[in-house]
């Protein structure tokens, strides 16, 4: 058996909110997600998904634990290190898709991959694949503002997996769209996700769609509960 994908144990973290005001926002966090696995994260606003995700994904340090991705504790890095292994391993999705305006919806997928190091012409290759397997191949030279909302998250779900990430980590990927839309983007995702074979952490606040993914977890008084 392969090393989870992710592996957080012991993981809290305190926000300092003004003098003597001292926030314990997560506690005794421990979370595996193996290879493939794709794992919600149900949690009402406020209650530090954000911040776990940010420390899941190496964009933030937490006060105590570890995190282990694909089996390396990445723990006590440099920042130089953590970013390389943020760049390669770990994809971002957010509720806002954050696309660059200038570029096409292809372009924005190709250029993550130019700055791996990645040919052109393969670069553009996979994005156009991504873009096929999202369903919006046919508005790759389109602008993001030439694109729906639910288009736009499609676009910035095909970015986030440009280089071939080992683990997905999307906050309220569909949160901003309606509920329509969001219910067809959101099938687009766990397409796309199961169909690379990555591993996923997606948090939301709809039980419906938690129920879609492989197993799920509750956040609640800065701790994990299994649903
Ligand atoms: P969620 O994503 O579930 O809405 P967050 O992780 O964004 O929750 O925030 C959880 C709590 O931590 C909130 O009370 C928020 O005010 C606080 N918090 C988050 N980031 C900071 C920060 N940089 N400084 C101080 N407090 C913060």
């Known amino acids: 058996m392969s090393d989870p994908t992710l592996e957080l144990s012991g993981i809290a973290k305190s926000y300092n909110q003004g003098r003597e005001n001292e926030v314990t926002v997560l506690r005794e966090i421990d979370l595996s997600v193996n290879a493939g696995e794709i794992v919600a994260l149900v949690a009402p606003s406020g209650a530090g998904k954000s911040t776990l995700l940010h420390i899941a994904g190496l964009l933030d340090t937490p006060d105590a634990g570890s995190v282990k991705i694909a089996g390396q504790d990445v ?50 290759e996979r994005a156009l694949d991504l873009l096929t397997r999202v369903g919006v191949s046919h508005r790759a030279d389109h602008r993001p503002a ?31 769209l309606d509920p329509e839309t969001s ?3 959101f099938a687009a995702l766990m397409e796309l996700v199961r169909g690379t074979g990555l591993s996923a952490v997606i948090a939301t606040h709809n039980l419906e769609l938690a129920g879609r993914m492989d197993r799920q977890m509750r956040l609640e008084g800065g701790a994990l509960v299994a649903l």
Do not use: M, W
């Open 75 to 124: 723990t006590g890095l440099s920042d130089r290190k953590r970013t390389a292994i943020r760049r390669e391993d770990v994809g971002f999705v957010y509720q806002f898709h954050h696309l660059l305006p200038e570029f096409t919806a292809l372009e924005n997928i190709v250029l993550p991959q130019l700055a791996n190091g990645i040919a052109a012409a393969k670069a553009e």
């Open 146 to 176: 030439a694109l729906s909302g639910g288009e736009q998250q499609r676009v910035a779900f095909c970015r986030a997996l440009a280089n071939a990430p080992r683990l997905l980590l999307a906050d309220e990927p569909t949160g901003n």
């Open 183 to 185: 219910d067809q983007v």
